[in-house]
């Protein structure tokens, strides 16, 4: 038999299979509670199959949308990190579908049919195509969204068997279409089957290793970084091994005048809301209270000084105090139930 | 440099060959799956806090069992290239592989992968690289210098070779692949290695069988649209000339005959007058006379402007090559490490074997224009006119053009400036000669060129 001439194809990724997108943004919407909008998302994309009329796009509309996605990624960042801390990081996680939907969209409706690269990047934009042909290439966006809308959909809260289920089975949806012609379908399926198992035993031993790791190394925690609640928000430890008290030093001393007959158990922090791992207070309102002029006393309130209440602390090796005075069972119950003892600031709500 | 430069420029090579390494391992869906094991390892690091640990799980049991199940290809081919005799820069190039299976079980889904050498270059060579692209980008990038050393790998490669699929190879069949990419550069291109690869049964990874082929391509300058350059100079006594110009022109004008002299050439007997004489006589001709034009090629590249030099060795090809219209003879001149003439036009080398010349044309840091004024001055008086291409305009420049109008040498002056460069160029010595001073900006030659044409050319003096 003679040769045939083949012509040469760029290896690029091919186009996620039909629906794919759909379950990929369902699974995300179940998980981050934002089903409400992936219906609509889910329509709009799977849409594009359907209907036959493209816009004819060019680069510099493809720029533009693509600038516009990004400074809208950078508002949302600065937004959330503002209002959530660095565990807002899970947060913007779980936006992403948002944030990229436009220039799926534009790319699914466009003719082309593919986003050029040099949309994304803008140091591309300013190489010629000819002698840098980077910069000429074109993606399809859909199957990097299907998995940014899978990694998205891990920062939600449904934390059953099922997550792990769907995730794999979109792989599977996915690894199915471009799967090489050369292999029989039952050895495709058979390591198929292999991986879902090994995925399965490997997620258990990360969690499981994640839970040796923090036994072993909870010490050095409680030294270093849970000396001192933040008021503000904390860390969820759920499921973690609590501490065991196994110092006998004296961490706080209440004085008073009279007989004490507030509660007697220390609350260090209280909040209100929990969400992606973290709890927080909303609403709080602080008054930031100077020290004296020895630097080492805080008075919380004026009063008399014949039914006076002194609470002391050793803060960095050093015996701090601050005073409060009447009426003493008010006092104590703001500092249990508000989370204002916070040092070495000491803060009162107003 | 210090010690973290040297560091650096480890670590970039580090990166480089396990980019490399990647590239060729991985399919585009291999890598959107590592991606995903970055994304998730990221978010995952924290069990409590989400669920990417289990996304990370999945995709790195994916792609570990898409790299086992790489280890083994078995296969016995044969692969050969067909390379064209020469490509142009920036113009597609077309060449075929030929792959035959030798064995006896079919393969399908295979992609082949052909490999222009470019060498890690030195750290020296890294230093000291240029890169005009620098310009546009950022401090960071310019400082840390990857993406320079990146433009200069790419430089040394000459072109990207895209992968080419095929879909199915019989036992003991061959196929043949077409591959076309653009010659970035000209030069020799250097193809090294050619690798056929077979995907996982994932279609993460790939395995590979290497064939070690080693060929280079010879790409010539581009070329442009030039105008004739008609300068006013006489035609010339070429000494010698008969001979050289042995089928062109008026070699073979026959002048008179006289008695033959020891050291006459045979062919120069007129055996008639000799049959009725009893004694030799030979035949005289006429000195030769025509136009021979100089090309003087300025190397010197001060500032290190590669794509200035790129585009006065694009224009000295332009006329070249437009020599073989016309019934003169072409002088390319220009200093290296010697200094080199070469000639074209009439019975002389073809044009095409100018432009290997040019297509091998190194720029020359160390300027030295009295070499090149004396190298010149040592065949002018053969020359009608010099047409100059010139990569500034600076006084040594112009000292250079003064010397050879003292010499009532006609010239026609072509300065490649940078497209951002506003400065109208001062005539100086060619005030008065109209159209003899012309600006050539970077990216724009041909409109430039076809301006010149459309002007008409610029009048005697």
Redesign the interface.
Known sequence: ?G????????????AAPRFSLGAALLLWGW?TGFLIFAIPMIFLIEMSSWVTWRWPISNREFNNVSDLSGVGFFITIVYIFMTAGT?G??VI?SVMPFVLLPLLLLQRYSERGRLPVNSLFI?LR??DP?????AAAEVDLS??YL?VC??S????NQ?TVW??IL??AL?AI??WS??????RVS??AG?LC??FI???A??E???EI?RSLEASLISLFDQFMWRHRDPERA??A???IGRLKLSDSIVLRIDTTDNFTGPLLLREASYQKYG??MWSNTDSQYTVIDPSISGNRWTLAEGGQDKALTISGIINGALQSSIYCHPVCTAVSIICNRACFYWPACRLPD | MSASGRLLYLNFRFIHRTSQWIRHRF???GL?VA??IV??GI??I?????????????????L??AML?SLIFRGNFRLRRLLPDYGTV?SPLRY?I?IANLGRKP???L??MDELDAGFPEYANFLGATDP?DK???WI?RKIGY?RLLSLI?NNRGG?L??????LI?AM????????F?P?RRGYLHFSTTRLA??????LIRALISSSNREKLLILPKTYRVPSVRLSGSRKYQPGGMNQASAIGDSQEFMSLRDYQPGDPMRAIHWRSYAKRGEPVVKEFRDEYFVRQGLILDTFIENGSVHKFEEAVSLAASFTKSIGDQDSLLDLMFVGTESYRFTTGRSFGEAANMLEILACVSPCSKPDFQKLVEHILQHITELSGLVLVLLDWDEKRQQMVRHFIALKIPVQVFVIVDPDDKRELVPGQLQGLAGRLISLPVGNMQAALDQIDRNGPPPDE
């Open positions: 038999m040769p045939r001439l083949m012509n040469s194809q760029p290896a690029s990724l091919t998980q565990k990081i899970f996680l140091s300013r190489l000819v002698t840098s042909p980077e199957l990097p998995l899978i990694v959909a891990s920062a939600g934390r997550f792990f995730t794999f792989f996915v690894l471009f799967r090489p012609q050369r292999y050895v495709w390591l292999l991986a090994l995925s399965y490997g997620q031993g990360i969690r994640q860390n969820t759920i499921g973690s992606y791992g | 399919t585009p869906a959107l991606g995903g994304a998730s978010f995952g924290d069990t409590r806090a989400s669920l990417a640990f289990q996304v990370f799980a999945i995709c790195t049991t994916l570990l069992l199940s920036t075929k030929i393969h399908r889904d992609v082949v692209l546009q980008r950022n990038d993406p790419r990207i895209p992968p080419a699929e095929i879909a019989p069949d061959e196929t043949e692949i077409g591959i076309e653009v970035l077979r995907p996982d049964p994932f279609g």
